[in-house]
Nanobody
Framework: QVQLVESGGGLVQAGGSLRVSCAAS????????MGWFRQAPGKEREFVAA????????TYADSVKGRFTISRDNAKNTVYLQMNSLKPEDTAVYYC?????????????????WGQGTQVTVSS
């Protein structure tokens, strides 16, 4: 099993920045891709960004491209999501997820492991 724990959420004004982190533990050798998803009240969970554990290739949702950056620290088994130029519509619970192959996929059902989520609220 792989355990994922997010941290770093909070309240920020529109235009501000925030960084959320996800620490992986357990059978981390089986993890090849890490992703961030988000879910706003009354909406479906949506893809934000993903990164390959080896090599660092990334992919982003169009809604965050140019504003968010996903990165990983292999030594710490940690993935980060740096969020800049935040908008009120970015308000959601942000979830970290992991999958056991290297494809950068974007559907929630394609990820086997999930964290508990961290709230990000952007005020206008």
């Amino acid at each position: 099993q792989v355990q994922l724990v997010e941290s770093g959420g909070g309240l920020v004004q529109a235009g501000g920045s925030l960084r959320v982190s996800c620490a992986a533990s357990g059978r981390t050798f089986s993890v090849y891709t890490m992703g961030w998803f988000r879910q706003a009240p009354g909406k479906e969970r949506e893809f934000v960004a993903a990164v390959r554990w080896s090599g660092g290739s990334t992919t982003y949702a169009d809604s965050v491209k140019g504003r968010f950056t996903i990165s990983r620290d292999n030594a710490k088994n940690t993935v980060y999501l740096q969020m800049n130029s935040l908008k009120p519509e970015d308000t959601a619970v942000y979830y970290c997820a992991a999958r056991t192959d290297s494809r950068l996929l974007v559907r929630p059902d394609q990820y086997a492991y999930w964290g508990q989520g961290t709230q990000v609220t952007v005020s206008s």
